[in-house]
């Protein structure tokens, strides 16, 4: 089996981490890889320098946005340790197996649950200022 084991959970600090132990079969690029959420601040900048915005002002206005970019950069940012030094160009060259696998991991650890969106939801008050 090439993925040893995969562990999902929260530091100290209440970061949510997540862990992939990359069996033998991927060579180089063998042993663990530990990914952490990225603050909220980070994440926005990201966000925030994946978009570009057409047309300002016009009516033929658009937002661009460049998922390439953002995946990588996720997962470059979440990444805080890997068996290898990682670099952008390393990401790109990953097996795509492996690689699959680390960015739903990288994404997963910055991603909010259906359930923490349900529990936020219930927690919710409605907007009693809204008009229809």
Not at 17 to 37: I, Q
Request: charged share 25%.
């Amino acid at each position: 089996m090439n993925i040893l084991s995969e562990n999902i959970g929260f530091d100290s600090e209440g970061y949510r981490t997540g862990s992939f132990m990359a069996g033998p079969m991927f060579g180089k690029y063998s042993g663990k890889w530990d990914f952490k959420e990225l603050e909220w601040g980070a994440d926005n900048e990201i966000s925030s320098s994946c978009t570009e915005r057409l047309g300002v002002g016009t009516s033929d206005a658009m937002v661009r946005f460049n998922f390439v970019k953002y995946n990588t950069l996720i997962f470059k940012n979440a990444l805080i340790s890997a068996p290898i030094d990682v670099t952008v160009e390393v990401i790109n060259k990953l097996p795509k197996s492996l690689g699959d696998k680390l960015f739903r991991l990288a994404l997963g650890v910055n991603s909010v649950s259906k359930k923490e969106q349900t529990d936020f939801l219930k927690m919710s008050k409605p907007d009693v200022t809204a008009t229809e």
